[in-house]
C-alpha cells in the first residue's frame, strides 16, 4: 500500500437487492471483508443507501489523496474473488489511481464514474 495516501475503504450499499430478492449487499460485505483480513489498509464497510438502486450490488472505494471509483452490478455469488483483487488493485495505487482495471476481471466493466482527487 501506499503510505501517503492512507486507508482505503470499500463501501458496500446494504439494501441493494435484484427484483424480488433479498438484499444482498450486507453479506457480501463480510465475504469481502473476510477474504481481506489480512490485509493492511483495507477496510470494508456498509452504507444505507448509494442510490444506484437499478444495478444492485454497488461498491465505493476512497482514500484520502485517490480518486474515488463507484462500481454497480456486482453479482455476489460470482464477484468476490474480482472484487478482492479491486480492493488490493485500489490499496495498491498512488495519488493518480488505478492504471490497469484487468486484475479486476468482471468488475473493471462495472465501473460507473471516476471522482478525482
Do not use: H
Not at 469481502?32 to 448509494?50: K, P, Y
Not at 437499478?54 to 474473488?81: Q, T
Amino acid at each position: 500500500m501506499n503510505e501517503s495516501v492512507g486507508i482505503s475503504r470499500a463501501i458496500l450499499c446494504a439494501c441493494c437487492a435484484a427484483p424480488g430478492k433479498p438484499a444482498a449487499g450486507e453479506g457480501f460485505a463480510r465475504a469481502l471483508a473476510a477474504r481481506l483480513a489480512d490485509e493492511a489498509g483495507i477496510v470494508v464497510e456498509t452504507t444505507e443507501c448509494m442510490n444506484i438502486c437499478a444495478r444492485p450490488v454497488a461498491l465505493a472505494l476512497k482514500a484520502e489523496g485517490k480518486p474515488a471509483y463507484l462500481f454497480a452490478g456486482l453479482d455476489p455469488a460470482r464477484d468476490l474473488e474480482d472484487a478482492v483483487a479491486l480492493c488490493r488493485l485500489y490499496a495498491q495505487a498512488g495519488a493518480e489511481g488505478i492504471l490497469d482495471a484487468r486484475p479486476a476481471g468482471r468488475l473493471r466493466f462495472c465501473l460507473v464514474g471516476r471522482v478525482p482527487v
